[in-house]
């Protein structure tokens, strides 16, 4: 991961369960860092990312707010359906999000946005397709907990779906990323 520049702040784009969704997702994260060694995860809360992480000017964050703004009046609440786990092998488990397509119109559209009015673009998420997913078990998991991990959770039941309601724009502080801000999807009818 690239640092930031002096005069830059590293930025993501996602959408948030609500809190009572995210504590036991939370716990999961925990679960693996106790058992698994794998932290990582715990740097952010959970969340579906969007747009992947971006270097952006400090100075201009209340440019990148106003087009977070425009974009997201633009769009209606997004139905998020979580079902059990999955996996990038050999490091990554995540809880499965259903590429719904609410889901999977909302992420090209915004980076497709980002990228238009911001000049923000992510060159890795342009090769390969959008997979949704709510990372327990991140890149620091070696292979062979990987493996152990994998063999309990890959039967494990999870299941829960929520509305997201607002993109949320995570800063990172040089350790953790951080809600900074959310934006309102547009309501029905509003």
């Known amino acids: 991961m690239a640092s930031a ?3 830059s702040v590293r930025f993501f784009v996602a959408l948030l369960p609500p809190q009572e969704l995210q504590d036991p997702i939370t716990a999961i994260k925990h679960d693996f860092r106790q058992r698994f060694g794998s932290q990582a995860a715990l740097q952010s809360p959970p969340h579906v990312t969007l747009q992947p992480p971006f270097e952006w000017p400090s100075d201009q964050v209340d440019r990148l707010g106003q087009h977070l703004t425009t974009f997201a009046y633009r769009q209606t609440p997004v139905p998020i359906v979580l079902e059990g786990y999955n996996a990038f092998p050999p490091r990554v488990i995540y809880v499965d999000v259903h590429q719904t397509t ?5 992420q090209p559209s915004l980076m497709d946005y980002l990228d238009v009015a911001c000049g923000i673009r992510d060159r890795v998420s342009q090769t390969r397709p959008f997979t949704p997913h709510v990372t327990v078990g991140f890149r620091d998991l070696r292979p062979a ?9 890959k039967e494990r039941p999870f299941a829960a779906e929520f509305v997201a309601q607002t993109l949320t724009l995570l800063r990172h502080d040089g350790q953790q990323w951080h809600r900074f801000a959310d934006f309102a999807l547009n309501q029905p009818g509003a």
């Not at 609410?102 to 909302?106: G, K, N, Q, S, W």
């Open 5 to 7: 520049t002096p005069n």
């Open 102 to 106: 609410a889901l999977m119109a909302i």
């Open 145 to 153: 907990c990987f493996h152990q991990a994998w063999a309990e959770y």
